[in-house]
């Protein structure tokens, strides 16, 4: 499984409506959680800033992240990107690796 970091911006109309955005969140997560029924969420977050939300998921691969991104804007996101992230450990193991390359 993959680590995805989705950042998702919503658009004015749905942010300026605090009891529809609340709606349409709890549709998005039913709706993913059924069509993507492999992918294992960590965390969701609210944000202050750019972006609205951002969840951490793990998926099987950027197909399904794909889908969950895809599903994301058909709800109401007036942007969302898909970041792939690893963690630190690897980073540093992969970093280590083109070091003695080079």
Not at 19 to 30: D, L, Q
Not at 45 to 63: C, K, N, Q, S, T
Not at 71 to 89: D, F, H
Request: glycine share 4%; charged share 25%.
């Amino acid at each position: 499984m993959a680590t995805y970091v989705l950042m998702t911006k919503l658009t004015p109309e749905i942010s300026a409506d605090l009891k529809r955005r609340e709606a349409i969140g709890k549709a998005w997560k039913k709706q993913v959680d059924e069509m993507c029924p492999e992918v294992k969420w960590i965390a969701h977050y609210a944000l202050l800033g750019p972006y609205d939300f951002m969840d951490i998921y793990e998926a099987d691969g950027p197909e399904t992240a794909t889908k969950v991104s895809t599903i994301t804007r058909a709800n109401g996101a007036l942007a969302a990107e898909t970041w792939p992230a690893i963690p630190w450990s690897r980073y540093i193991e992969l970093a280590r690796s083109v070091d003695k390359k080079a």
